[in-house]
């Protein structure tokens, strides 16, 4: 797809965002998007939400009521992060890891609403389609996420001792 990384690790342990003018322009307009559906009941918010308790009715909408609250704030927050660092050229870990978590939903509700499964492949799909330029979205996202997720591990200690 890309041949450029887009984030990077530096030796002091913070992260260079390396992503062109034209992409964070396109990422910059999806945050106010995700937020304005999170207050909606657009069921491709629901995947965000899967249910802990799909057979018991009742002992799902506690479970709602108790967490979904907190789960959209904390989405909301990153959402937030990630349009106040966008044109950053320098993230801290915290940062990042708001990305991932608003790339990563960004990246769930787009695909529920293009009804995308694992089967699919972006090469099958024809650039004549009218859905074209939202699955090549949603690839992109896919391919940032797994390059933050990279990125986040490189810091990892191995041993599990910090």
């Not at 979205?137 to 200690?157: N, P, R, S, T």
Request: hydrophobic letters at 35%.
């Amino acid at each position: 797809m890309h041949s450029q990384r887009r984030i990077r690790r530096t030796r002091k342990g913070h992260f260079e965002l390396r992503i062109p003018r034209q992409e964070r322009e396109i990422l910059g307009a999806l945050p106010s998007r995700l937020r304005e559906l999170l207050g909606s009941d657009d069921p491709a918010v629901g995947r965000l939400f899967p249910p802990a308790y799909e057979d018991d009715p009742a002992r799902q909408t506690d479970y709602d009521n108790l967490v979904r609250g907190d789960l959209t704030a904390q989405r909301v927050r990153s959402l937030e992060i990630m349009e106040q660092t966008l044109r950053s050229d320098r993230l801290d870990e915290e940062q990042v890891t708001a990305w991932l978590g608003a790339v990563n939903d960004l990246r769930l509700v787009l695909g529920t609403k293009l009804d995308v499964d694992e089967h699919m492949d972006p090469d099958d799909i024809p650039d004549t389609d009218e859905q074209a330029p939202a699955y090549a979205l949603y690839y992109y996202l896919g391919w940032l996420e797994e390059q933050i997720v990279a990125e986040l591990a490189a810091g990892l200690d191995p041993a599990g001792t910090e």
